[in-house]
């Protein structure tokens, strides 16, 4: 080989010693914008070499990158644990509610047994209206009433889940 | 390039942690990034420039195999730079940056190994460097018309 320094690998090892000297402090340095953005992820892929590459060989960058991710990594962290705690929070409160409207669901309403009293006493009032009604048409050898259990059966159930309800609601106001 | 504006060796930096990471290096860039500050510059300005060029001019017409083994020899270099102060943290690298690996000391069985590399293939070594020297040789001739300082004498 021609040149001084020996082999070619010994030259490409100098040629990136070269390289990796350290700038004098009076030299270029990075932007703390630049700092952060590549911290946060920010930068495209080529400006990130450019940051990590000047870093590798620039003490005063270095240094500095290092006490910016300090500081940005306890702010996450600071962040993280209030996301966590609003989260937290706000479930808390979602149960709550929910809880609460779980309850009010289910709970007895004054509508509700007014309603099934209203519905009680027109129930039994067609029952009983349907039972001794005179029936049109031929009345059966005998001359009796027959007992109509087609419906007749229905508006007796449905008054007496209505007087039921009716009394559940009392005594649960009491 | 870019918005920072940082000195000729951050540049070429940059662009070997681009092949370390094995990112895509577009030659164009490098010859619109550092050529025009070749010129009038020092002899060892110049290398470190072809240097560079040839190692990705080179590296497009590389098998897979030789590909890693380019990566493995930059690991290997890198590793060997610095000293052991500056390696990061004592703990195995976990990033193959230039900073992570300076002061490492790694061996070729170790840099191979982190590239998925042949670790006992030691004549890949020797290959890969004939290929980088021949290319580098070319690239200073295209590039500043004259006899490479480095070219192989063959008397």
């Known amino acids: 080989m021609t040149h001084p320094g020996g082999s070619f690998e010994q030259l490409m090892l100098e040629t990136l010693r070269s390289d990796l000297a350290a700038p004098p402090d009076t030299g270029t340095h990075l932007e703390v914008e630049h700092m952060l953005d590549y911290l946060l992820g920010a930068l495209p892929q080529k400006e990130e070499a450019l940051v990590r590459a000047h870093v590798a060989r620039c003490n005063t960058c270095r240094r500095q990158l290092a006490a910016i991710g300090d500081r940005v990594g306890a702010q996450a962290q600071e962040l993280t644990g209030q996301a966590a705690a609003w989260s937290l929070t706000a479930f808390r409160h979602q149960r709550a509610s929910a809880g609460h409207a779980g309850s009010r669901r289910w709970r007895w309403q004054p509508r509700f047994a007014l309603g099934s009293a209203t519905l009680a006493l027109l129930s039994a009032a067609a029952g009983i209206v349907r039972v001794f009604a005179p029936t049109s048409g031929p009345v059966p050898r005998g001359g009796a009433h027959p007992f109509r259990w087609d419906l007749t059966g229905l508006f007796f159930g449905a008054a007496l889940f209505g007087i039921l309800a009716l009394l559940a609601y009392l005594r649960r106001r009491k | ?155």
């Not at chain 2, 420039?49 to 030789?66: I, T």
């Open chain 2, 1 to 155: 390039m870019i918005g920072l504006q940082l000195e000729a060796a951050d540049v070429r930096l940059a662009f070997w942690d681009q092949i370390l990471r094995d990112e895509p290096v577009d030659i164009a860039e490098i010859d619109a990034e550092l050529l025009p500050l070749t010129k009038g510059a020092s002899s060892q300005e110049r290398i470190a420039f072809v240097m560079l060029r040839s190692c990705v001019a080179a590296q497009q017409s590389m098998s897979p195999a030789m590909r890693r083994n380019l990566r493995a020899a930059l690991i290997h270099w890198f590793s060997s730079l610095g000293t052991s102060g500056d390696a990061a943290s004592a703990k195995a690298v976990d990033a193959i940056d230039i900073r992570s690996l300076l002061g490492r000391k790694l061996t070729w069985k170790e840099s191979a190994r982190m590239v998925g590399g042949n670790p006992e293939d030691y004549s890949g070594y020797g290959r890969l460097l004939k290929q980088l020297q021949a290319a580098a040789e070319d690239e200073w001739v295209r590039a500043f018309g004259t006899r490479a300082p480095f070219t192989e004498e063959t008397s």
